[in-house]
């Protein structure tokens, strides 16, 4: 069976303070534990990591990354290393999310680069792509998110898709309050799946969790997650509220 998953990316938001709350509270949710193959994550920013993964370690709550750079080290000021990751016990990265792509200069070239580096420190990848408004506008959309995945990934090996999750999520629905509607995201899902059973093959293809991110929020979570290829959420500001994020886990 795939994985069921939920991963909250908090981007740039939740002090020390802020974030000891929300895990507190995320924690106290998910004490009995989750159902056979379902994932709750959580991705604070760089300077919580290491209390996030004390914190959860008894938990069912995992803990990700939301950036990591390619090198293995060196000088490279202000980045942070796979390894320096590794060490304080986060497995998990989140790469290629849009606004890396955005405000950061993150290309697909790059995204390779780094995607190799965390398979290569056993990292796993939730790698995100997804088209812009104008794309979709234009009927480009199914094209751009295959050149993004197909980019960034399609040198990989087959086992190498085990440590690797995907995240569908079109920009035009980010942080906008404007979500895919369940088809689109189904549709999207869909063609992702067929990408790689042509290249790879059925088996990785039918393993690989697709989460759908952009604006899921309680409200309508139930209903994309009930698409046969949507595996699950990426969520941006409905992880920042517990209740928000725990009504969501209970969805999936
Ligand atoms: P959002 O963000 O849920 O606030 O739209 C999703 C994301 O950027 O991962």
């Known amino acids: 069976m795939r994985q069921k998953i939920v991963a909250g990316n908090w981007k740039m938001n939740k002090n020390l303070e ?6 507190k509270g995320i924690k106290k949710e998910v004490k009995n534990g989750l159902a056979e193959d379902t994932r709750v994550i959580i991705a604070p920013s760089f300077v919580n990591l290491n209390y996030a993964t004390k914190k959860t370690k008894k938990s069912a709550v995992e803990v990700a990354a939301q950036n990591m750079h390619q090198a293995t080290g060196g000088a490279f000021t202000g980045e942070v290393s796979a390894d320096m990751l590794k060490k304080i016990g986060v497995d ?3 790469l290629g999310h849009s606004e890396r792509r955005e ?7 790059l995204l390779a680069e780094k995607v190799n580096t965390a398979v290569a420190n056993n990292l796993e990848v939730i790698f995100c792509f997804g088209e812009l ?21 399609f040198h990989l090996k087959n086992e190498d898709f085990k440590n690797i999750v995907l995240a569908y999520e079109p920009v035009w629905a980010i942080g906008t309050g404007e979500t895919a509607t ?3 995201a189904q549709e999207m899902h869909a063609f992702v799946r067929e990408l790689f059973v042509n290249v790879y093959g059925n ?3 039918n393993a690989i969790s697709i989460l759908y991110g952009g604006s899921v929020k309680p409200a309508n979570a139930e ?25 969501i886990i209970k969805s999936i």
Do not use: M
Request: proline share 3%; glycine share 8%.
């Open 182 to 184: 369940p088809e689109q």
């Open 103 to 109: 405000y950061f200069g993150e290309t697909d070239e």
């Open 18 to 23: 802020e974030a000891k709350e929300l895990i």
């Open 133 to 153: 408004l104008e794309d979709r506008k234009s009927g480009n959309h199914f094209a751009v998110v295959e050149s993004q995945v197909k980019k960034a990934l």
């Open 203 to 205: 088996e990785t293809a």
């Open 223 to 247: 209903e994309i997650f009930s698409k046969p290829d949507v595996d699950g959420g990426l969520i941006g500001g409905a992880a920042l509220k517990t209740e928000d994020f725990v009504a």
């Open 92 to 94: 998990i990265v989140i």
